[in-house]
């Protein structure tokens, strides 16, 4: 095993090279010493006699240079000086630097906003326990019976179905509500839901409690969970929110908890909730009077848990059973619609919007990938001007002693310092320390996602 022994002592030198490069000093001065003293002996004054020793003994740093051959850590010593010597000569030339690293921020910067919207509105798993037994079920609409939603007296008959589901919530698409924040009037999204909304999801809060039954029902005292999000952003994640009441679109209402970090709303991709109220308050807050009697009114997604050994085939006959017995039932307003279950971790918005956001995505990912493409070229040719004005630098270097392999190496070892420089520029505005830029893409990123569909709420970026 002696490569595990050669591997051990390089990485023995890495660690104590301090200590190593203090001892090799020492036992190159000790022998020079001892070269000097032989010389002192034999009548030479100490100036000479430590001038011969030089002499005889050979470049130090030559020796040097052997022995850190031999340990392994030549290599390493190089890597390092060439980055230093990269790092200095970047800095110097500054009016090649600067625009070689805005080029590529630019389109590193476009494809990694653009991946991190696509990413979480179509390719992140839903955030609940057990989802691969979460089902969304909608009523169909159209010639095509193509899935849209469902209302609210169609969602109370779905509901009886015990032995199918261990449970089923309903909640209605986000809408725009006025709030009263100290002396502010603001405006943030509103989304009403069932009283086991999140029992059925598998979510927890972190903070406060969920409404219960009794303040889901007419009459009741208005209350609401705060979406985490909103807590942290607009009332500065402040625990005495919990018990404030405010008023939302006019009416009192109490703030009883705040939800998941990780979750913004039921409906998937890109929407975020501020408030969550009891789905009773649409009739008050909502202004809403008669969307709860109503079975024409597709305002609402249902999303229900499969009891352990129900298949999805057997909910689809049941819903499927269900459909027609509602047509026959209530011919006016339910004439011939049927039922459609669907896996919730395969829906990404809507039934009916996936195949175009998509579309919409892959476009989109396309067009910040030729501008990737297009900032790399332009960067190429930035590089080889560059490299055409240092030919007679190469060629001292050359005539100098150093090998083509070498110059290769700086080259590349100046190419990757400045590729990390464009890293850190691009981390910087993860961070938030360019929050002029994030707001122009975030502003950017709510006039794409209008153009999709997705106007009826307001768009919070997060990205």
């Known amino acids: 095993m002696r490569w595990v022994a050669a591997w051990r002592e390089r990485l023995r030198a890495l660690i ?17 010493d001892q070269e000097t003293e032989l010389l002192l002996e034999a009548g030479l004054d100490p100036q000479e006699a430590r001038r011969q020793a030089r002499l005889r003994f050979g470049g130090v740093e030559r020796f040097k240079e052997e022995v850190r051959e031999a340990r392994g850590t030549g290599v390493i010593d190089c890597l390092m000086l060439d980055t230093r010597y990269a790092a200095r000569r970047l800095t110097r030339d500054w009016r090649f630097t600067l625009p070689a690293v805005l080029i590529l921020a630019l389109g590193i910067g476009a494809n990694t906003a653009m991946f991190s919207v696509v990413n979480r509105a179509l390719f992140q798993p839903l955030p609940f326990a057990d989802a ?49 924040a100290g002396p502010l009037v603001r405006t943030g999204s509103a989304e009403y839901a069932t009283s086991n909304y999140l029992e059925v999801q598998g979510v927890d809060l972190p903070m406060g ?31 005495s929110v919990l018990g404030q009441t405010m008023r939302i679109n006019g009416v009192p209402v109490t703030i009883i908890g705040v939800g998941p970090e990780a979750y913004n709303s039921n409906f998937h991709s890109g929407w975020v909730t501020d408030f969550w109220l009891p789905i009773s308050s649409v009739t008050t807050v909502g202004g809403r009077a008669d969307v709860l009697q109503r079975r024409d009114e597709d305002a609402f997604l249902v999303r229900a848990r499969l009891r352990g050994g129900v298949s999805l085939p057997q909910a689809q006959a049941a819903m499927t059973a269900l459909g027609a017995h509602l047509a026959k039932e209530y ?40 501008i990737l493409a297009i900032a790399c070229t332009n960067l190429a040719t930035w590089l080889l001007v560059r490299g055409l004005s240092r030919a007679k630098e190469m060629s001292v270097r050359l005539a100098l002693g150093a090998t083509r392999a070498q110059l290769a190496r700086h080259l590349l070892v100046e190419s990757t310092v400045l590729a990390g420089w464009v890293v850190r520029w691009v981390t910087s505005w993860r961070n938030g320390r360019f929050d002029w830029w994030r ?19 307001r768009w919070h970026c997060r990205y």
């Open 16 to 32: 104590f090279r301090a200590r190593q490069e203090t001892e090799l000093d020492e036992e190159l001065r000790f022998h020079l």
């Open 132 to 180: 691969d037994r979460l089902v969304n079920i909608y009523q169909n609409v159209g010639e095509s019976s193509q899935p849209w939603a469902s209302s609210y007296p169609a969602y109370q008959d779905m509901a009886g179905y015990t032995d199918l589901f261990s449970g089923v919530a309903a909640s209605m698409m986000p809408t725009q509500v006025r709030y009263l």
């Open 209 to 239: 409690r969920w409404f219960t039954a009794e303040e889901d029902r007419p009459g009741a005292a208005a209350v609401a969970v705060l979406g985490h999000q909103a807590w942290t952003s607009k009332f500065g994640a402040a625990p």
């Open 331 to 370: 011919p006016d307003d339910d004439p011939g619609r049927g039922i459609s279950v669907l896996r919730s971790d395969e829906v990404l918005v809507h039934p009916q919007f996936d195949t175009i956001l998509g579309a919409g995505a892959s476009i989109l990912m396309i067009v910040v990938a030729l």
């Open 439 to 457: 707001s122009w893409t975030c502003r950017w990123t709510q006039a794409v996602a209008s153009t999709t569909g997705c106007s009826a709420s």
